[in-house]
């Protein structure tokens, strides 16, 4: 397995849409084209995504959304790995990938916040140095980082 992580293209939209709804169910469909397709309009800078590719193959993605009402704070969302590629490194490489995104993109100085929510695995964030948080409208606790460049 040869991986390698790069911002998501045309091209990879609809095999990231499909890894994103193999991962988290059909239900989600909607919602993974609307918010895949917004991070390649002329707004991406709002959102980017990542995609983890095998030989040109899409088995993961996660993406970053920037807290433009609030500078340097980051939500991480849609990190999904093809459900048979999981427990082989892709997500700890997109997690990886998509906290030094962020550390390269402060805007007012060398820290940031990172934010997400986890509705399970939060041993895995915490391995990055995401914390517990309050929980969500949805019940789930929000994983909370201070980045540092």
Same mark, same amino acid.
């Given at each position: 397995?040869?991986?390698? %992580?790069?911002?998501?293209?045309?091209?990879?939209?609809?095999?990231? %849409?499909?890894?994103?709804?193999?991962?988290?169910? +059909? +239900?989600?469909?909607?919602?993974?084209?609307?918010?895949?397709?917004?991070?390649?309009?002329?707004?991406?800078?709002?959102?980017?995504?990542?995609?983890?590719?095998?030989?040109?193959?899409?088995?993961?993605?996660? #993406?970053?959304?920037?807290?433009?009402?609030?500078?340097?704070?980051?939500?991480?969302?849609?990190?999904?790995?093809?459900?048979?590629? #999981?427990?082989?490194?892709?997500?700890?490489?997109?997690? +990886?990938?998509? %906290?030094?995104?962020?550390? #390269?993109?402060?805007?007012?100085?060398?820290?940031?916040?990172?934010?997400?929510?986890?509705?399970?695995?939060? +041993?895995?964030?915490?391995?990055?140095?995401?914390?517990?948080?309050?929980?969500?409208?949805?019940?789930?606790?929000?994983?909370?980082?201070?980045?540092?460049?």
């Amino acid at each position: 397995m040869t991986l390698r %992580i790069t911002s998501m293209s045309r091209n990879c939209l609809e095999p990231t %849409i499909e890894v994103a709804v193999r991962a988290f169910g +059909e +239900e989600t469909r909607a919602d993974a084209v609307d918010d895949f397709e917004y991070s390649l309009t002329e707004l991406k800078y709002r959102a980017h995504t990542l995609v983890a590719l095998d030989s040109d193959v899409v088995v993961g993605a996660v #993406q970053v959304v920037w807290g433009y009402l609030m500078p340097d704070t980051y939500t991480l969302a849609w990190l999904c790995v093809d459900p048979p590629r #999981q427990k082989n490194g892709v997500g700890t490489l997109l997690m +990886e990938n998509a %906290i030094s995104y962020t550390s #390269q993109r402060l805007l007012s100085g060398r820290v940031g916040t990172i934010y997400l929510s986890a509705l399970f695995r939060h +041993e895995f964030y915490e391995r990055f140095g995401f914390t517990r948080g309050p929980k969500n409208h949805h019940g789930a606790p929000v994983m909370l980082m201070v980045v540092n460049d």
